[in-house]
Antibody, heavy 121, light 106 residues
Framework: QVQLVESGGGVVQPGKSLRLSCAAS????????IHWVRQAPGKGLEGVAF????????DYVDSVKGRFSISRDNAKNTVYLQMNSLKVEDTAVYYC??????????????WGQGTLVTVSS | DMQMTQSPSSLSASVGDTVTITCRTT??????LNWYQHKPGTAPKILIY???TLHTGVPPRFTGSGSGSDFTLTISSLQPEDFANYYC?????????FGQGTKLEI
């Protein structure tokens, strides 16, 4: 069955870096785009980053542009989110999600269980 | 990034009630609109995609409608397991943004 497992979360000081991983199984990994979505404490869901199935296209929400970088290794069925210059407001549970094409657009059919990132001094 | 306005932010209802949640976008997105249910400590779950298509296994008491920039999610005959947070999401332009969420509580 489809599985997405995030790892790499933890407690980090402001200005430091962290790399999250999303290990996928149970589907043709190289055929799907992958997204990172976060939920800050007491807040709603926020789409953070996207990488296309071949890794040639990336996109980011404005608040992380220039600080976060998404990449993928299709040989290892893994997507990464490199987070640099972390801010307190980056504190959140980070989910990875696999996209699925409907008739019109994409939706997130499968999600991981999330990994908590806490940015605090 | 595209802005989404979801309302209400919270909603109180009882088992058996019918409730409606609305989502508005700042520009027309045709039918590129999804709805998710999210319960604390779990991964979000897709309910409806393409504005009105029910995802496999989702009960038919969930219905979505709308196109362009105005969309609604209606939950009929509320069941105890429906009390959760609900989010709309646009898939018209990446990164796909979400509405602020609606907390549906008893």
């Amino acid at each position: 069955q489809v599985q997405l497992v995030e790892s790499g979360g933890g407690v980090v000081q402001p200005g430091k870096s962290l790399r999250l991983s999303c290990a996928a199984s149970g589907f043709g990994f190289g055929d799907y785009g992958i997204h990172w979505v976060r939920q800050a404490p007491g807040k709603g869901l926020e789409g953070v980053a996207f990488i296309s199935k071949d890794g040639n296209y990336e996109d980011y929400v404005d608040s992380v542009k220039g600080r976060f970088s998404i990449s993928r290794d299709n040989a290892k069925n893994t997507v990464y989110l490199q987070m640099n210059s972390l801010k307190v407001e980056d504190t959140a549970v980070y989910y990875c999600a696999k996209d699925q094409l409907g008739f019109f657009g994409y939706y997130f059919e499968y999600w991981g269980q999330g990994t908590l990132v806490t940015v605090s001094s | 990034d595209m802005q989404m306005t979801q309302s209400p932010s919270s909603l109180s209802a009882s088992v058996g009630d019918t409730v409606t949640i609305t989502c508005r976008t700042t520009e027309s997105i045709s039918r590129y609109l999804n709805w998710y249910q999210h319960k604390p400590g779990t991964a979000p779950k897709i309910l409806i995609y393409d504005a009105s298509t029910l995802h496999t296994g989702v009960p038919p008491r969930f219905t979505g409608s709308g196109s362009g920039s105005d969309f609604t999610l209606t939950i009929s005959s509320l069941q105890p397991e429906d009390f959760a947070n609900y989010y709309c999401q646009q898939s018209y332009s990446s990164p796909y943004s979400f509405g602020q969420g609606t907390k549906l509580e008893i």
